[in-house]
């Protein structure tokens, strides 16, 4: 019955680190479009632009590294 409850509350963790994740993307990108209104990314990053897309990556990784710290149990 404790292995049962291990898993309840590993899934439980899973299931709100990943919701939490989901929301912060988009929060995320949202703001970053904003902080940048000149610069359409997605449109350069379509074109190839490889640094946008990097910078769009590193925005998305220090937020996952923000999102597992904070719902570390």
């Given amino acids: ?4 409850r291990a898993y309840a509350i590993t ?5 709100v680190g990943s919701v939490s994740m989901g929301i912060g993307i ?3 990108l949202k703001l970053f479009d904003f902080s940048t209104r000149d ?3 997605w449109s350069l990053i379509k ?3 490889i640094a ?5 990556a590193a925005v ?3 937020l996952g590294i923000v999102v597992s710290s904070a719902i570390r149990p």
């Fill in 1 to 4: 019955m404790e292995v049962l």
């Fill in 11 to 15: 899934f439980g963790w899973a299931l």
């Fill in 26 to 28: 988009i929060i995320t």
């Fill in 39 to 41: 610069v359409d990314e």
């Fill in 47 to 49: 074109q190839g632009n």
């Fill in 52 to 56: 946008m897309a990097i910078i769009i």
């Fill in 60 to 62: 998305i990784l220090s």
